[in-house]
């Protein structure tokens, strides 16, 4: 069984970081491109950041400079670290898997408020 469990999220001010974190079990994780998607009230969900399994990585511009996303092998870890974030940034930030298959995490949210 496919499981993809992040964690980190939570209620940060505006130009603070956050690093959120995603664990998969269940899939040969070097072999797929890990993601970041992120889903605010009434839009719908965007990719914020993926790596592919040599770790070339790819960003929108909305978060070009400030997001990194990384992965760890050997932990089935894949990691995104946000600075700067802005209340834009507010969302339910999802982790995904895919080349294999395509499978998600159940979501963690990310509040940038004063």
């Known amino acids: 069984q496919v499981q993809l469990v992040e964690s980190g999220g939570g209620l940060v001010q505006p130009g603070e970081s956050l690093r959120l974190s995603c664990a998969a079990s269940?899939?040969?994780?070097?072999?797929?491109?890990m993601g970041w998607y992120r889903q605010a009230p009434g839009k719908q969900r965007e990719l914020v950041a993926s790596i592919d399994s040599r770790s070339y990585t790819n960003y929108p511009d909305s978060v070009k400079g400030r997001f990194t996303i990384s992965r760890d092998n050997a932990k089935n870890t894949v990691y995104l670290q946000m600075n700067s974030l802005n209340p834009e940034d507010t969302a339910v930030y999802y982790c995904?898997?895919?080349?294999?298959?395509?499978?998600w995490g159940q979501g963690t949210q990310v509040t940038v408020s004063s």
């Open positions: 995904y898997a895919g080349g294999y298959g395509n499978y």
């Open positions: 269940g899939i040969i994780f070097s072999r797929h491109v």
